[in-house]
DNA sequence: GATAATCAGATTGTCGACAAACTTACAATA
DNA sequence: TATTGTAAGTTTGTCGACAATCTGATTATC
């Protein structure tokens, strides 16, 4: 997942990596995203938020204008804050800019020193394995999770820390095209061979494959989340009765230690 | 320069576009950085500069954050806020992500319905002929400026509001380079031939070549911005010898309407 | 009965102030 | 003379409060 930081010499210290109130906020919010915890459409008050979380308003609504930036957030005027909901477009849109850089990654990553090469590939290869045990125990969840790792790890060796955020970003709204979508986690099978299979065309060396797999993945991606005829008509089916008829959903309780 | 707001339907009214005030300091803050008053480097005191834009802190200090998270601020612990001065690396980074970027772009225009894209060759053509002008009249600002649209232009009928609005950052960061590098505009008369280029390969359907010229074109800029040893020796001298010697720029006042 | 106007409640947007932290300069000591 | 310790000044980080605004519902009128 690093891979960026190399440049630290030997001897001389590190500088210490104090982070504002405001980076802790912003952070604890990904995160809430990302997990769940702040499904996509859920409003939230300022007032109320801010005393989960322990701070006052205002380091929070700075915390906020940035998550707004990553495109997380939306502000509706006057009414707090709430968790973006991803639109089908949004979907593709998400989805194609994905298709766009990370061929390139895998690219550039096989520019990289023999070395630092073989780390990437066990880099790669360890979440590999955390995503097959996650199958094996169904567990949707830690699937979602090593799944976006894999893709950090891929944007953090892009030695471009401009890109590797973007993506990061990117990832995360991937992460909430899934809430969107489906009221909950699903478990694809497809998931782990594909990415088996990136970490084989990498190291076969083969950059061409490697885009083309990734490519076709997305796409895969994309017909997953819109539900699109071809794979999964009865999907579809399922997907509309299990859902909830999409009510404003009330204030959702962060569950927050009290502390920061 | 637009594209993207193509949904708007005849006859019924467009949203009213009501902009908070943290919006309209960002966007301020973003003119600033873009037309050189607020130079690289620039320390600025958040009351000095809050009091200059009519506002208090706190809608400031939201604005700030947005443009951190657009990377062309950065906030030095307990120092206010600078303009982000932009390394070689960072004049590398830039112009590798708009080289995998901008010629997917041209591809992705090609594919646009026959009218739009007269459109977009249209407009395009217009900025075309601004860079024209500016350069007969060797103004380098203009040029810049026309130059900035251009691509602008581009990233606008891209068809993808996300990546329009990164290009739109990376625009400005290139805007930085430019500063960073130098201390004034440089007009580079090789620009206006290479965007006639992009226009006439647009015109004759042929994206593989645009992609080409645009990466081309790239990589030149940073050879220009870099002052790399093949067609800038003497300049580099030049500029080593033009330069100032970094002071810690003090407060630069803003040229700003008292207002807001 | 439906539409418009009014009103109360709640929440945001903004501001002013206080305290902590950092920087810089100066002085004291080895 | 160089280095460390001290102190003052400045600026940020954070908080609390007020007022404008919006929402939602209730009431009045046609």
Redesign the interface.
Known sequence: MSGLEGNRKVGRLAPVR?T?T?DLIAERLREAVVDGSLPPGTVLGEAELAYQLGVSR?PL??????L????LLV?P?RRGLAVKTMTPEDVR??H??RA??EP?LGRRILTLAAADRRTVLAELGAEVKRMQRALRKDDARALGDAYLDFHRVLAGWGG????A??LGT?LIETRLCTFSMFEHFEVHRDLVPEHVAFVEALAADDGERFGILMRAHLEAEVRRLLAEPEDAKEDEADRLLAETPDEPQPLDRLDLPEGL
């Open positions: 104090r504002s405001v205002g609504r700075e915390a906020m204008q940035r707004t930036a990553e495109g502000i005027r849109d998400i194609w800019l766009t850089i390139e471009s820390l401009r890109l955020r973007m990117l």
